[in-house]
């Protein structure tokens, strides 16, 4: 099991620290939160999950682009 924090995350995807935390948020991306203490956590994710999330991100891409090619 391969874990990625979300600064490593972030430079994968090309995004910023907050946007990984948001599709976090959004129910996008998984992340197995872990205490830290003083109530702080840290975010891991499964590099498998991150690489479906990019191959997923890929696809929708090229949709977009051939439907703007047919307008």
Same mark, same amino acid.
């Given at each position: 099991m391969d874990l990625l924090t979300t600064? #490593? =995350? *972030?430079?994968?995807? !090309?995004i910023t620290p907050d946007s990984v935390r948001y599709h976090e948020r959004k129910g996008h991306i998984l992340a197995i939160k872990v205490a #830290? !203490? !003083?109530g702080d956590f840290q975010r891991l994710f499964l590099r498998e999950d991150i690489e479906r999330f990019q191959r997923l991100r890929a696809e929708? %891409? =090229? /949709? #977009?682009?051939? /439907? *703007? %090619?047919? =307008?």
């Amino acid at each position: 099991m391969d874990l990625l924090t979300t600064n #490593r =995350v *972030a430079q994968i995807l !090309g995004i910023t620290p907050d946007s990984v935390r948001y599709h976090e948020r959004k129910g996008h991306i998984l992340a197995i939160k872990v205490a #830290r !203490g !003083g109530g702080d956590f840290q975010r891991l994710f499964l590099r498998e999950d991150i690489e479906r999330f990019q191959r997923l991100r890929a696809e929708k %891409s =090229v /949709e #977009r682009d051939v /439907e *703007a %090619s047919h =307008v």
